[in-house]
């Protein structure tokens, strides 16, 4: 470096990336030259051409009488044939100079002084020389001559460390593993290698994470893994699922299911079939027990009548005889046992029958009362729900049906005034837990009709 800058014609440009030495190399080289009168100057930022003039000229004349305006060329010419020794200007970080200073450097390049051309040294970033060099003709840039500082190698780096450690005079315990492995990270520039040995004599060492110690094992070993499983996966791949099969069933209408359900609840419908008729032959009984006692009509004493005491002894023997037929004809057929014969007349009816019975009391007379009053039972307008109707109060005499709209009433009894409906009327709430009656006037139901008999279809609209 300092025989190119003594003996070189050209303009001499260090160029290099932050931290590789570029001051400390120009700033040794100023102190080399004891034959030379230099000049160093350290560009600052948005520095005017004046002021780099003067910071030039101060170190290189003893005279302090100059212009800075003017051109260094034209300023070192005048005062050529008063130097006794030759000149070097060192500028650091000349990529902030002003363009025109760049010019008047090429040109004190090839001024004499001293009997040797004035040396000039500028530095400068990679990049900066990159973009300067095609901008300039080829004869400007045939005198210049671009100097590259190459990164550090790695011996290099370590020697270095080695030699700043001995000139701190102080061992920091710092395993020499641990350093390799930090200068093997760095990119080679020694501002690098200078701020770890800093940081390993004046900072304490920084805890290695497990994680990162085995990072590259854990990552290895997981690759491994996973391309085990890969091949795994090509050689032997998995087994297919296994195909589901078809499973049938029986038609539920098939004559074998049929018959085999037959079999498994016939002892479930006979068992229930002897229950309902059990069930429904002892209802039979109660009711034509209750008749057989003479029950009196609870409304007798408001119409002055006596009681009934005759039973219906032909309704007994017809129900004797339907009782008699229905147990010997729903009797299992794996009984051989000759049927039991009825020697007395059972008191035993059908659900029609009894309705039917029951319902005889009803009076049938279109012939309506004008004066009076009378009690309103219900109002339907199903024929199912007043034959049930009627069968809850079929001990009741003077029972009407009228027909009012589309609604079937159900009147009871006549009475002189009002007092004798009402009384009437709790009567039968007490009796037949029947809702409130309506005691109404005979006078109030001009448009109710009086049914001739009971009705066997619905109200049509």
Avoid at 60 to 74: E, H, K, N
Avoid at 343 to 352: F, H, I, N
Avoid at 435 to 461: H, T
Wanted: proline share 7%.
């Amino acid at each position: 470096m300092h025989h190119i800058a003594s003996y070189s014609d050209q303009l001499l440009v260090l160029s290099g990336v932050s931290g590789s030495g570029k001051t400390t190399l120009v700033t040794g080289l100023t102190t080399d030259f004891d034959e030379s009168n230099a000049a160093f100057v350290i560009c600052p930022m948005h520095a005017d051409n004046a002021e780099i003039r003067r910071k030039i000229l101060v170190q290189l004349i003893s005279s302090p009488i100059f212009d800075d305006d003017i051109p260094l060329a034209d300023t070192l010419l005048r005062l050529a044939s008063t130097q006794t020794k030759p000149l070097h200007i060192i500028i650091d970080d000349a990529h902030l100079l002003p363009k025109s200073l760049w010019a008047e450097c090429i040109i004190l390049n090839q001024i004499q002084c001293a009997g040797k051309n004035i040396a000039v040294t500028l530095t400068v970033p990679p990049s900066f020389l990159a973009d300067l060099l095609p901008q300039l003709p080829e004869q400007l840039r045939r005198q210049i001559l671009p100097i590259s500082i190459e990164p550090l190698s790695m011996p290099e780096r370590e020697a270095l460390y080695q030699t700043l450690l001995r000139y701190s005079d102080e061992n920091p315990f710092t395993p020499r593993e641990i350093v390799r492995s930090q200068l093997e990270k760095q990119t080679g520039t020694p501002q690098e290698v200078v701020t770890l040995l800093e940081k390993a004599l004046h900072h304490p060492p920084e805890k290695v994470s497990s994680w990162k110690q085995y990072k590259t094992i854990i990552i290895a070993a997981v690759s491994v893994l996973l391309a085990l499983a890969i091949w795994l996966g090509v050689t032997q791949p998995f087994s297919k699922r296994p195909a589901l099969e078809t499973v049938t069933f029986p038609a539920i209408d098939s004559p074998a299911f049929l018959s085999f359900g037959q079999q498994v609840l016939a002892p479930y419908f006979t068992l229930r079939a002897e229950r309902l008729k059990k069930a429904e032959i002892e209802k039979v009984l109660n009711i034509a027990e209750v008749k057989a006692d003479q029950v009196v009509d609870p409304l007798s004493q408001f119409h002055g009548e006596a009681p009934n005491a005759e039973p219906d002894a032909a309704a007994l023997a017809h129900i004797g005889e339907v009782s008699s037929k229905s147990f010997t004809e729903n009797k299992p057929v794996e009984d051989s046992a000759p049927p039991a014969k009825i020697t007395d007349v059972q008191p035993l009816t059908s659900g029609a029958e009894k309705v039917s019975r029951l319902i005889s009391k009803a009076v049938f007379d279109t012939k309506k009362p004008t004066k009076g009053y009378t009690i309103q039972i219900a109002s339907v307008t199903q024929i199912d729900t007043l034959r049930t109707t009627l069968n809850s109060i079929g001990n009741v005499e003077g029972v009407r049906i009228a027909r009012y709209k589309q609604r079937w009433v159900i009147l009871v009894g006549n009475y002189s005034n009002s007092k004798l409906a009402s009384n009437a009327a709790t009567q039968l709430v007490k009796t037949y837990h029947l809702d409130q009656p309506w005691v109404r006037k005979w006078a109030d139901l001009k448009d109710y009709r009086l049914q001739e008999n009971l009705p066997n279809r619905e109200i049509l609209e």
